[in-house]
């Protein structure tokens, strides 16, 4: 279980996020909505440590990792960033460093075969000797959450790892995390700008305004009125053969 309980950040003197409560336990996924400048990149950040705290606390399993370590932080949390910048290692060596948390000197005969494991479950073995800056972005996004495997967390953290994917990448994505999750007794806190993907993917939405959480529900309990006040977007919530799905029908009129 990750709780974030009044969570507070600031950048200089500017607040970003205001109180922010949130929970997500082992097998859930939990969406983090919000237009742009919510907080949502910030907010991952702080569930991470990555950046300090205004206030409030980060709790995973009863403990705040204000006491844990950076090192046995990093054993527990992957954090899949925005952007991923291709660089000449190797896939292999790329997914390798996912490992480094769990190395003391170098790496061993089980680090290789976690690294192995990890490439052969989402398909990429035969790209392990292919260099990153020769990869598509599908292919690159997969490596990515092949690295955050490799890590053996019991929390994934991704920001935004579908806005640079094609429909058929965003898909097998959205296939592929939702069932690690479940195989692995994972939970994971996504940042995404697509509604109805969120919808698809996630148990839980969180949606961020003005540096707060205005709703958190299960999927199945979001509503119209508050994606229209926290876009400004009037929608239909809708499903087409069983998938749930949100139409934008246009922006709310501003009061004269």
Request: glycine share 8%.
């Amino acid at each position: 279980m990750l709780e974030a309980r009044d969570l507070r950040c600031a950048y200089g003197r500017q607040a970003v996020l205001k109180g922010v409560n949130l929970k997500v336990a082992s097998g859930q996924i939990l969406a983090v909505l919000g237009g742009n400048g919510a907080g949502k990149s910030t907010l991952l950040k702080c569930l991470n440590r990555i950046l300090p705290l205004a206030g409030g606390s980060v709790v995973l399993d009863g403990v705040d990792l204000a006491r844990m370590p950076r090192s046995q932080i990093a054993r527990r949390i992957a954090y899949l960033p925005q952007r991923q910048e291709p660089d000449q290692l190797t896939v292999f060596d790329s997914v390798l460093l996912g490992r480094r948390p769990h190395i003391a000197w170098s790496a061993g005969r089980r680090d290789y075969r976690v690294v192995e494991e990890a490439l052969d479950s989402l398909g990429l073995g035969h790209l392990a000797w292919r260099r990153m800056d020769q990869l598509s972005g599908g292919e690159a996004q997969k490596v990515a959450l092949a690295r955050a495997l490799a890590q053996e967390p019991d929390l994934l953290l991704m920001d935004e790892p579908t806005s640079s994917l094609d429909l058929h990448n965003q898909l097998e994505w959205v296939d592929l995390v939702w069932t690690l999750v479940r195989r692995r007794g994972l939970a994971a806190v996504v940042a995404l700008h697509d509604l109805s993907l969120a919808l698809r993917l996630a148990d839980r939405l969180a949606l961020l305004m003005n540096g707060k959480v205005h709703s958190d529900c299960p999927v199945h309990e979001l509503d119209e009125a508050a994606i229209a006040q926290v876009y400004g977007v009037r929608v239909r919530l809708t499903t087409v053969e069983g998938w749930p799905a949100v139409v934008p029908l246009g922006l709310m009129e501003k009061p004269a």
